[in-house]
């Protein structure tokens, strides 16, 4: 199959695509020629739709994606500077949740939109798994609070315990210290023999964190059952992913209790420059 087509007609022979892949598996013969593929560049193409989307004019097509199906960028829909700045600061990790359940369109949405964070050699690797059955998610907090209490017991001088035990102590007073009363936990997990699993589900995770403040829902990461899922066989089982897969990353989800009307201080940025 034909790895893409130039519509000779819009082509203006401008090597823009040329200069964009980022697989070098595109190239103009001579200074009025078309782009054509490099030799033995089929393969090598990863699919990332930069020729097509980077053409003004609309001329380049990859088999699998043509330029009338991505969205045209809409300046008038682009945030300030100023605006990108304030939402990014304004998102705060949710500690208390309504009961109310989100729709799965809702949750869809926010999924959908992590699927456009970056992946290594854009492979794209991240499953979801979203758990929103009661029984299970009150059975993944049990499974971690087992956890905690095992690594309570087994290393009772480490420094780390010290914050399990508080997680041990609050869920014994009768409160969720794991998932905070969240409705839904997402699971973001991948091939584990993927090199860039870890960070492309990680990457994913903070898009779809930032999608879910950008419409009005509460997120926190939940990194007790991470790494419980990582470090706890019960736990890893009760997960039921695919044997090949591993989690990388979880956060709970539903509607906030309550708003945060300001920001909070943050350290200043430590930096060396060179
Ligand atoms: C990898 C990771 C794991 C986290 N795990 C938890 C967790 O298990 N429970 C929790 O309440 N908050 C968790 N957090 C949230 C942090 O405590 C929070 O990001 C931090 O206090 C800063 O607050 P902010 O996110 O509102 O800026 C986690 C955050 C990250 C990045």
Known sequence: MRLFTVDGSKCKGDGICVVECPMGVIEIKQSDAFPSVTENGEGLCINCGHCVTVCPH??????????????????????????????LKSRRSARAYKEERVARDVLTKVIEIAAYSPSGHNDQPVHWTVIESSEELHRLRVLTIDWMRSIVEAMPDSEFTLTLERFVESWELGRDSVLRGAPHLIIAHANKSVITSPVDCTIALSYLELAAHSMGLAACWAGAIQTAAGLYPPMTEALKLPSEHQSFGAMMIGYPKHRFPRIPLRNDPQVSWR
Not at 59 to 66: E, G, P, V
């Open 58 to 87: 609309g001329a380049f097509s990859l088999t699998t994606m043509k330029p009338e199906d991505c969205t045209l960028v809409m300046e008038e829909k682009l945030p300030s500077a100023a605006q990108v700045e304030h939402f």
